[in-house]
């Protein structure tokens, strides 16, 4: 069966990708039969493919997971939080072991502990979802007597708060359920109110139950949680105050939602492997290629013969064919930006559940090719980006409300074409970055002095997030604050030849737009002379080409400048940015205006030799890495050229 294995893989991917989609979808439509009915399907394949591999752990996990579906389908458990968070963690174990099965390894998973949760659902039709709140009481001289005599025997004391929605009806059954179930193996010391208030309902929406247990924390959080209906449960010790127990319970929080990124962000960043190709493509490519062998054939034939007008000839079709050959790769190598965007919906899920907020993620332009090495480089600075939304600009649902805002917030991811580059931009309606928190905090980690900040508009404050360490978060976590990986995205933009633009306004949201090469390969370039040397440089960082009169240059504070159109525009000689000699004394120059973070600066070269489509060629690791140079290619006399980077040269 080992021949039939990628083909498996590659098609058990396909069914994850939809279940993905499809869950996140039925998770906001619990009562979308056809939804239901698609991921239904989807885990029956997956669960029958599986076997006939003799991938029997996979398939049992895809089975329990079908079994579930089907129940869900009949009506007799409902969608709820807790359930799809199982499901989901089903499709990540299977995801996981497809990379292990794609690797030359088995179908060996720990499968076992959730599918008994999952079979939970298959024996209940109610089910729980837990949040955590809590409020403690105060215990008598008598209580802790009682709690010192038994933490003397090497037992410990947990306090448990269990709190219910408001006037839950069942809430007086399920609490003595949780003490009965408590009682097993362990001694309930106390209950707040006493087991006869309980009983008679008196009592509002929260219980405080004291035990002594061998049990670990996690443990006896189980027993407890093994009842469905809850909205929150606390569990802490009894010597620990209720306020640092909160404090532990928001770190261990924090901690989950930086796991979730991190494994998020793992998934995202994988390279993508394959493509699908047309067979249009692929006949496309054959006949090109054959027309190449029938003008080899006529080059040996013209050697014989001599024959130069036939040369001609031939050197015509073979720059034709060449550029049609060049033409159909490149479009090969294009992929639908959907391969990246479609792993999102399961991030933003996630962490926006951690946060407890919520979010609705609408993704836009997914149809939009790019080439390969560029999607494969993206992945990492759009978790960045999206993450940053969830955690620190959308809003808890409160506070959205009292600023007369939707409690769900929306984040945008959309793709677009604008002429020959590609733009990706991430939007949200929340807080908006605050240029006067970003200003503080990049005085204090001395980014800008104050003096230097106090002449910056507020357009350039926020501006200052895409450096390192900058944060407009009060709290820092691993996942929060606006600069907490804004500078990822900045130096990956400019390792790309993008360009990164922000607008921001307080309370109304933040939007980042990335302009992007559609490919890595291949690049429109304009070369230009210097000191006799040719330098490329990429025609995305530029912004048109001017002859000006030397006199015209203004030295201003040190710094020649030169005005266009009104407009002071800083002025930079090209020899002396690469360190070669310079005695220009040409009363006219050669001016080219390129784009450095979103301001005009001009570069001073000896003349303009033509613009034309160049090939990359990656430097070796003693070239790798120097400033103003991001790879080199071959000009049509054999000759290497470097390709400037603007982004470092400036």
């Not at 076992?112 to 209940?124: F, N, V």
């Not at 407890?224 to 127990?245: H, M, P, Q, R």
């Not at 440089?537 to 400048?561: E, H």
């Not at 070796?620 to 050229?641: E, F, H, Y």
Request: a negative charge; aromatic letters at 4%.
């Amino acid at each position: 069966m080992d021949k039939f294995k990628n083909e498996f893989v590659s098609e058990a991917r396909d069914h994850l990708d939809v279940l993905n989609d499809s869950l996140l979808l039925l998770e906001k439509s619990p009562d979308d039969m056809d939804v239901i009915n698609k991921i239904f399907r989807a885990f029956h394949t997956l669960k029958g493919n599986a076997a006939t591999m003799g991938f029997l752990k996979f398939s049992e996990l895809a089975h329990s997971l079908e079994d579930v579906l089907s129940r869900i389908r009949d009506g007799e458990i409902k969608v709820n939080p807790e359930l799809m968070d199982l499901i989901l963690e089903g499709c990540d174990i299977m995801d996981k072991t497809l990379e292990v099965i794609s690797g030359g390894g088995t179908d060996e998973m720990d499968n076992q502990t959730l599918i008994q949760e999952l079979k939970r659902y298959l024996d209940e039709k109610e089910q729980n979802f837990t949040v955590n709140i809590g409020k403690k009481a105060e215990l008598s001289k008598e209580d802790h007597e009682k709690i010192s005599a038994i933490e003397a025997e090497g037992k410990k004391i947990f306090r448990i708060i269990v709190q219910y929605d408001n006037n839950n009806p069942m809430k007086v059954p399920k609490t003595l359920v949780i003490l009965r179930n408590l009682a097993k193996g362990d001694a309930v010391i106390k209950s707040n109110p006493d087991k006869e208030d309980i009983k008679q309902g008196r009592f509002n929406n929260e219980v405080e139950i004291i035990i002594a247990t061998n049990k670990t924390k996690e443990e006896v959080s189980a027993v407890v949680n093994d009842t469905s209906g809850l909205k929150g449960v606390l569990v802490f010790g009894i010597d620990e105050s209720y306020e640092k127990a909160i404090e532990t319970q928001n770190e261990e929080k924090e901690l989950a939602k930086a796991a979730i990124a991190k494994e998020h962000q793992e998934d995202v960043v994988k390279q993508i492997q394959s493509v699908k190709v047309d067979m249009e493509k692929l006949d496309n490519l054959m006949n090109l290629v054959g027309e190449l062998l029938i003008n080899n054939i006529r080059l040996q034939l013209i050697d014989k013969k001599q024959d130069y007008h036939m040369l001609k000839t031939v050197v015509d079709g073979i720059d034709r064919l060449t550029l049609d050959l060049q033409d159909e790769v490149m479009q090969i190598r294009m992929v639908p930006i959907g391969n990246i965007f479609k792993r999102f919906p399961r991030m933003v899920r996630d962490l926006a559940k951690k946060e407890e907020k919520k979010v609705n993620l609408v993704i836009e332009g997914q149809e939009i090719e790019f080439d390969r090495t560029v999607l494969d480089q993206i992945g990492d600075p759009l978790v960045h980006l999206l993450r940053n939304c969830i955690d620190h600009g959308i809003e808890t649902p409160g506070v959205r409300e009292k600023e007369n805002k939707s409690q769900q917030g929306t984040i945008k991811l959309i793709a677009r074409r604008e002429k020959n580059n590609a733009v990706i931009e991430v939007k949200d309606d929340g807080a908006g970055i605050n240029p006067k928190t970003v200003r503080a905090s990049s005085i204090k980690k001395g980014i800008v002095t104050e003096e230097a900040a106090a002449k910056m508009t507020d357009k350039e404050l926020q501006m200052l997030v895409f450096r390192p360490g900058v944060s407009t978060n009060k709290v820092i976590t691993d996942v929060s604050g606006r600069g907490v990986g804004m500078d990822v995205v900045m130096s990956k933009m400019k390792e790309l030849g993008g360009r990164v633009h922000m607008d921001s306004a307080i309370g109304k949201g933040t939007s980042v737009v990335m302009q992007l090469p559609l490919t890595l390969a291949i690049i429109t370039a304009l070369l230009v002379k210097s000191k006799g040397e040719i330098y490329a440089l990429p025609l995305s960082s530029i912004d048109q080409t001017v002859d000006i009169l030397a006199s015209n240059i203004k030295t201003i504070q040190g710094n020649d400048v030169f005005v266009l159109r009104g407009k002071d525009i800083p002025i930079f000689w090209l020899d002396r940015l690469l360190g070669l000699q310079n005695n220009d004394d040409r009363k006219r120059l050669t001016l080219v205006i390129v784009n450095k973070d979103n301001q005009q600066v001009g570069i001073v070269v000896d003349s303009i030799v033509s613009q034309q489509q160049v090939l990359i060629k990656s430097l070796q690791d003693i070239v790798k890495g120097t400033r103003g140079v991001s790879g080199a290619t071959i000009l049509g006399d054999g000759s290497v050229c470097m390709i400037l980077d603007i982004g470092t040269l400036l």
